[in-house]
């Protein structure tokens, strides 16, 4: 469960990403740089599944992961963890490579899942699950967001997205208002926020990725335990 947005700046882009996560799954570790065939990949990992669900390479590919969930659904017992995914696709230099890398992937083996990829200009989708496949591809001229829950991704959908029209997209300055979005909470529904709590889950970190034709910046929050972590080189 996250909440994903991508905010164009001159020459790159700015990528906010909160990771929702059950309050009795084990914490993420730092991210760290691993190498990959052709570079290196920056990411924090997943204890349980050794994956993750946002990083980005050494060539400027940022590679993020959402759940899908349909209300009321029941979790199949699969082999393999959708967080295996970013780390396949971070070891491609290019969209067009990991595209290529995500169509040779096993689908009945995941969870229903979303990828965000963006690199340079351009944005693709992939939506994910074992009965089909889509793919889109855009430029990156205004922020875009996307979202998801346990509860249900339709519950969240319209209320994260109208406070991310009112506070990013409508305001003078959209990083500023990225930075808003991502940490604001409403005091009379805490579980359906943007920086997120109820009983079983909570928001329990925030990554901010960003990405120009000079630099490339990880930086990390642990929000349990408040631990801040940048990017470490190669």
């Known amino acids: 469960m996250c909440t994903v947005s991508i905010v164009p700046v001159p020459d790159g882009c700015r990528v906010v990403c909160n990771r929702d996560e059950r309050r009795t799954r084990a914490a993420a570790q730092p991210p760290r740089a691993f190498p990959t065939e052709v570079s290196w990949a920056t990411y924090p990992r997943d204890p349980v599944s050794d994956g993750t669900w946002i990083g980005v390479n050494d060539d400027g590919l940022v590679v993020a992961l959402l759940n899908r969930t349909v209300a009321g659904s029941e979790p199949r017992v699969l082999a393999q963890s959708r967080g295996a995914i970013v780390p396949t696709l971070l070891a491609c230099p290019s969209i067009a490579q990991a595209l ?14 979303r990828i965000v990829m963006t690199h340079r200009s351009t944005v693709a989708v992939v939506a994910g699950d074992r009965s089909h496949s889509s793919a889109e591809l855009f430029p990156l001229v205004r922020p875009v967001l996307f979202t998801s829950s346990s509860l249900g991704d339709a519950l969240v959908e319209t ?53 120009t034709s000079r630099d490339i910046d990880l930086h990390y929050e642990s929000l349990a335990g408040q631990v801040s972590s940048r990017r470490p080189a190669a």
């Open 159 to 211: 209320p994260r997205r109208r406070l991310f029209e009112e506070l990013v997209l409508a305001g003078d300055d959209w990083l500023d208002g990225q930075y808003r979005f991502h940490r604001h909470r409403w005091a009379g529904w805490p579980e359906v926020s943007v920086h997120m709590t109820r009983q079983d889950a909570a928001t329990v970190s925030r990554t901010t990725i960003d990405v």
């Open 100 to 113: 290529r890398a995500y169509d040779s992937l096993d689908l009945n083996r995941f969870e229903p899942f």
